[in-house]
């Protein structure tokens, strides 16, 4: 299963877009877009009760980081249900 995060770090699209020519330039961003999904970013200001209510709905982790003060990033598998991958960020204390 292809994930935002497997499918852009698939190098088909770059390959390809190295040796082509200038007219196939717009079938190429077409294809590229069908390959990468887009992604919804949100920042909160609890990135682990936002992981728990997730959860609790279903939503599973793709990716996760946390720092040592807490603050780190989520991505979650949405790309399937709702098009999108949906990311969420909690930023460093101040």
């Given at each position: 299963m292809g994930t935002?995060?497997?499918?852009?770090?698939?190098a088909p699209v770059e390959e390809r877009a190295?040796?082509?020519?200038?007219g196939d330039f717009d079938s190429i961003v077409r294809l590229y877009q069908k390959r990468v999904y887009r992604v919804?970013?949100?920042l909160v200001?609890?990135?682990d009760a936002a992981d728990t209510q997730a959860a609790a709905l279903g939503v599973a982790p793709l990716m996760r980081?946390?720092?040592?003060?807490?603050s780190g990033f989520t991505y979650y598998d949405t790309?399937?249900?709702a098009g999108v991958v949906l990311e969420i960020r909690q930023s460093p204390p101040a």
């Open positions: 935002a995060l497997t499918t852009a770090l698939q190295s040796t082509a020519a200038g919804v970013y949100l200001r609890d990135a980081g946390r720092r040592d003060n807490g790309a399937d249900r």
